[in-house]
């Protein structure tokens, strides 16, 4: 088991069972021309993810552990966008309609692939979902079970919205997930840490809170023990 510093307590996690979600880091949401900047939203906030992320997602590589990238999305004739969902945000810009990176938020489009910077690679999940949360309309939850996964390291884009949808449509499925605060991103520092602390709070009612470094320093402290065992 590794052992790894979070709120409200250390998350302990069975490295046979665990996998990386990297949630919607996209460049509709982290470039200018997106859909995130059709909102009114100042895209360069999400940005700081970015790094930790790669060094987390470089440490699941080496170990040959489960990577699951999200994106969401619409089917490119839309039959899967509730008009509740087009008529909100931007009227001048909706989702569907063609922006600088082509069509917004649909599947296909230059916009709706991940930032180069996290790319997935070829033996990685992509999984393209229709709404906030990522087990929402998708087949995540049969492909975590299928693989025995229990626990979920959460990283991406934004806190209150996708990456809080996702951790708590998990939680209700009995998965346990540590998000880490500096691999996750908001337009909006406020909400970042608002919901950063509600998923922690109560005893950790949703999830764990913890850091990229934290988690690093674990699996690195657990590689020396299975290398070196007394
Ligand atoms: N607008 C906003 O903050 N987020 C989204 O619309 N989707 C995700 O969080 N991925």
């Excluded at 170990?63 to 008529?87: M, N, Q, Y």
């Excluded at 990685?124 to 709404?131: I, M, N, R």
């Amino acid at each position: 088991m590794i052992k790894v510093q979070a709120e409200p307590h250390p998350f302990v996690f069975d490295p046979g069972h665990v996998a990386l979600l990297c949630i919607d880091f996209q460049r509709d949401f982290l470039e200018a021309g997106g859909f995130g900047e059709s909102l009114g939203n100042d895209v360069s906030r999400l940005r700081s993810a970015i790094a930790p992320t790669q060094a987390v997602l470089s440490a699941f590589r080496e170990r040959g552990w489960t990577v699951i990238h999200t994106r969401e999305g619409h089917r490119p004739d839309l039959t899967d966008l509730f008009p509740a969902k087009r008529d909100r945000g931007n009227p001048s810009l909706r989702i569907g309609e063609e922006g600088p990176m082509g069509r917004l938020l649909v599947r296909g489009s230059a916009g709706h692939e991940i930032v180069p910077e996290l790319a997935p690679q070829p033996a990685e999940v992509v999984l393209d979902k229709p709404g906030k949360g990522s087990f929402y309309a998708t087949d995540l939850e049969t492909i975590l079970r299928a693989r025995g996964i229990t626990s979920l390291v959460v990283t991406g884009v934004t806190t209150e919205v996708c990456v809080q949808s996702t951790v708590r449509e998990a939680n209700d499925r009995g998965f346990e997930s540590l998000v880490l605060s500096d691999c996750t991103g908001s337009y909006f520092p406020e909400f970042h840490a608002a919901a950063l602390a509600m998923f922690a709070a109560q005893g950790g009612i949703v999830g764990w809170v913890g850091t990229s470094a934290d988690l690093l320093d674990a699996l690195e402290q657990s590689s020396v023990r299975t290398e070196n065992p007394e």
